[in-house]
């Protein structure tokens, strides 16, 4: 399995509130799930998803979502060295703290993309990040394999 991706919050927010372009998020969540490429998740992003169900009174869903994450992903803590590389990107940027662990997180992890449909986002940390429906086009897509 040779790509990792670190997902941003919206990307599950978006398939569980069926948006827009919820389908290639969708495909990309169900990449990971298929074991086509390495999902990767900052317990930042874990927290965030969850709040939306608790708010919703959706406990089940919650843990279901849960269940699924400690299945498919690797789960990376907000340890020292994210939040030494949360700091230096948040120094450099004007992006909110949790976007910049989210984005520490790619680094510390290694992984290839951080995928977020946060345009500002991705403008401000360009480096890895892309939009779903791009990932899906030019990396998931059947003629690259």
Do not use: H, W
Not at 51 to 73: M, Q, S, T
Not at 113 to 131: E, G, R, T
């Amino acid at each position: 399995m040779g790509m990792k991706v670190n997902l941003d919050t919206n990307i599950f927010i978006s398939v569980k509130n069926k948006e827009e372009d919820s389908f290639f998020c969708g495909m990309i969540l169900d990449a990971i799930d298929e074991n086509k490429i390495k999902g990767v998740i900052s317990t930042i992003v874990i927290a965030e998803v969850l709040v939306g169900f608790f708010k919703n009174k959706e406990n089940y869903e919650a843990e279901r979502f849960l269940n699924r994450i400690l299945a498919n992903y690797e789960i990376i803590p907000v340890n020292i060295e994210v939040s030494r590389i949360a700091a230096i990107i948040k120094s450099k940027t004007d992006i909110r703290l949790p976007d910049a662990i989210v984005s520490a997180t790619t680094e510390y992890s290694k992984s290839d993309f951080l995928i977020s449909k946060d345009l500002p986002l991705i403008k401000k940390v360009k480096y890895i990040a892309i939009n779903p429906k791009d990932f899906v086009e030019n990396y998931l897509s059947n003629k690259n394999e």
